[in-house]
């Protein structure tokens, strides 16, 4: 078989998804390296499916596949099912680590949440607009029940500790998560009592390292390495597996499952990177320290991450990285990484219409 261009790879990756994941074996369908071990033979399709799916409905899914062309080499991945990384309960005897501890001022990489209802995710990272801070995290971690209704923010998440005395901030901004339509990220950003109370910085360490994000990319490539904290896993690294992802990620309750585009799948370079207690949590570059990718679903092992692009998240807010400057002060950070033209290995960017879909919405202020 003649190697395949990422182009020949997303074109061939469009016209098989939808049919694929209509097929309750397939969790989700991207574009990545034929063989990762092996950059150099080019890229191709790469099809989530359920860890224990049987001989015969695997060999139905590859004589799908084979109808649909030969021309782009298509790998299966028993990565199981994809589901929400939030921890929603109450506090618990558990191994106590920096990043689940109350930490002031707060920097990104550590627990947060909302007390109603329950549940406990990650501070991302701290952003900046009209030199105001924000907490960036997931609808999910701060939002009640994807909607409008007030609701607070404490750190850390009440699965680490009592919510009395550590509330924050409030929810300010989201985008709704919609069921039975395409979604492109969950996302968003929790409004704090002061700037004071948050720090622009980034946690990497148990030992309390701190440090800086410059920025934030608009895109990044197949391959990349990347490393981030989370309140659960800790300091991670990881590779990108695949982008321009469609996948199905489980919620559970009112918002049952829910199909996501335009998505990354990152994996774990040692073990688990997205556990629950992980939703919130941003990828950085590992080469500069640019944020990139907003993890907010992940395997029941962990072992893989589904991420929104950051470029596409910091940008529905008018969204900047906050970085600290002199007298104590804050500015924003730098943006870069504009996808190379012609080049589809890296994360493509939403239409003028998907983009008016994605828009943010104010949370109440009281109750």
């Given amino acids: ?74 790998r299966f991945v028993p990565s199981g099912k ?21 930490i002031r001022p707060v920097p990104g990489g550590v627990s947060i949440g909302k007390p109603d209802p329950f549940s406990t995710g990650t501070a991302g990272v701290i952003v900046i607009k ?36 550590n509330t924050i901030g409030r929810a300010f901004q989201f985008v709704r998560l919609r ?23 980034y946690l990497v360490s148990a030992s309390g390292q701190l440090v800086t994000v410059p920025g934030h990319l608009l895109s990044y490539p197949v391959g990349l390495q990347v490393f981030k904290s989370g309140r659960t896993t800790g300091f991670v690294r990881g590779t990108v597996e695949a982008n321009n992802v469609d996948v199905r990620v489980s919620y559970g309750g009112t918002l049952g499952t829910l199909l996501f585009r335009n998505q990354s799948v990152i994996r774990g370079n040692t073990g688990a990177v997205s ?25 029941a092992d962990g072992l893989r991450s589904i991420s929104n692009p950051i470029g596409t998240v910091m940008s529905t807010y008018g969204l900047r990285i906050a970085i600290p400057a002199a007298g104590g002060t804050f500015k924003a950070g730098a943006i870069k990484g504009i996808a190379p033209r012609g080049n589809y290995s890296y994360v493509q960017q939403l239409t003028d219409e998907q983009r008016k879909r994605t828009r943010a919405v104010l949370v109440k202020s009281s109750k």
Avoid at 82 to 91: A, D, E, I, L, Q
Avoid at 131 to 142: K, R
Avoid at 186 to 198: E, G, H, K
Wanted: aromatic share 6%.
């Fill in 82 to 102: 994809f589901k929400t990384s939030v921890s929603s309960s109450k506090p618990k005897a558990i191994r106590p680590t920096l990043f689940r501890n109350r």
């Fill in 179 to 201: 069921p039975g339509e395409v979604n492109f990220q969950d996302s968003a950003i929790a409004l704090p009592f002061s700037n004071s109370l948050l720090n622009p910085r």
């Fill in 130 to 165: 009209n030199n105001q801070l924000y907490i960036l995290s997931n609808n999910h971690v701060l939002i009640k029940n994807n909607s409008t209704a007030f609701s607070a923010t404490v750190q850390p998440g009440p699965a680490d500790a009592a919510i009395a005395g």
């Fill in 1 to 74: 078989m003649r190697m395949a261009t990422f182009h020949e790879a997303l074109k061939h990756k469009n016209r098989i998804s939808p049919v694929l994941l209509k097929r309750s074996e397939v969790m989700a369908v991207g574009v990545g390296y034929a063989d990762p071990s092996k950059p150099s033979l080019g890229a191709g399709v790469i099809v989530y499916t359920h860890q224990k799916t049987v001989p015969s409905s695997l060999s139905s899914l590859k004589g799908m596949v084979a109808k649909a062309g030969k021309a782009v080499p298509v």
């Fill in 275 to 299: 556990l629950p207690g992980d939703s919130g949590s941003v990828w950085l570059r590992a080469s500069d320290r640019f944020a990139a990718a907003l993890n907010f679903a992940g395997t």
